[in-house]
């Protein structure tokens, strides 16, 4: 095979490998881009807004991003893991001393039982039993809607770290073709700058 046939077989080849990948570079940048978009949208909509720093308690504070985004709007999900971690996470593990809305649930449920019994059989102490179930059962409210906003938020960041990743992909796949294309042109000017006529690949018959 001569050597200017060579040149132009893989400086083609090339060319279509670049393009190949400044195609998926751009569809993971779209995906990247709504993801961007349709995390802070639906951050946006639900008009959080950090704390001011002056209004942070001494725990709080001991949390730098509440403190970095003191007074801000959650917009972000790299906002929406602190809030979720720092700040809700705190406040509901002191509702319960640290205990889950699935164990307090659990709790909650053995009292009622307990104050149902006593009710029914009259007891002098089912009025206190039933004020506890009553206590426990606020406790387990209070749990599930801070673990479920917690849990929203959460999902909103491992979102953002999806597209995250899709942009740094992107930017690999921009980088690789254009030193392909790089590659490219160089293979077409040695193509028809050099001795096209040389044999490189001799086939030799038996």
């Known amino acids: 095979m ?3 046939t060579l040149d132009v077989v893989f400086s083609v080849g090339g060319l279509l490998l670049a393009v190949l990948l400044l195609t998926l570079g751009l569809v993971l940048r779209n ?33 730098s991003c509440l403190v970095d985004n003191g007074g801000k709007p959650l917009t972000s999900g790299k906002q929406a893991e602190c809030y979720a971690n ?16 699935s164990q307090s649930s659990g709790e909650a449920r053995a009292l009622k039982t307990k104050a149902t019994a006593a009710t029914a059989s009259g007891a002098p102490d089912a009025a206190a039993l039933n004020e506890q ?17 917690r849990g929203l938020l959460l999902t909103s ?6 597209g995250d990743r899709a942009d740094q992909a992107a930017f690999v796949c921009f980088l690789v073709a254009l030193v392909l294309l790089l590659a490219t042109a160089a293979g077409f000017v040695h193509a028809f700058s050099s001795k096209g006529d040389e044999e490189v690949l001799a086939v030799v018959n038996g």
């Open 31 to 63: 995906q990247a881009n709504f993801a961007q978009d349709y995390v802070t949208h639906q951050l946006s909509a639900q008009k959080i807004t950090f704390t001011p720093v002056d209004k942070l308690s001494d725990e709080e504070k001991k949390a």
């Open 157 to 162: 960041y491992g979102f953002s770290i999806f």
């Open 86 to 101: 720092e700040y809700i996470g705190l406040h509901v593990s002191e509702i319960n001393d640290g205990k889950t809305y």
């Open 2 to 4: 001569k050597r200017r």
């Open 133 to 149: 179930y009553q206590a426990a059962q606020a406790k387990v409210t209070a749990l599930f809607q801070g673990e479920t906003l």
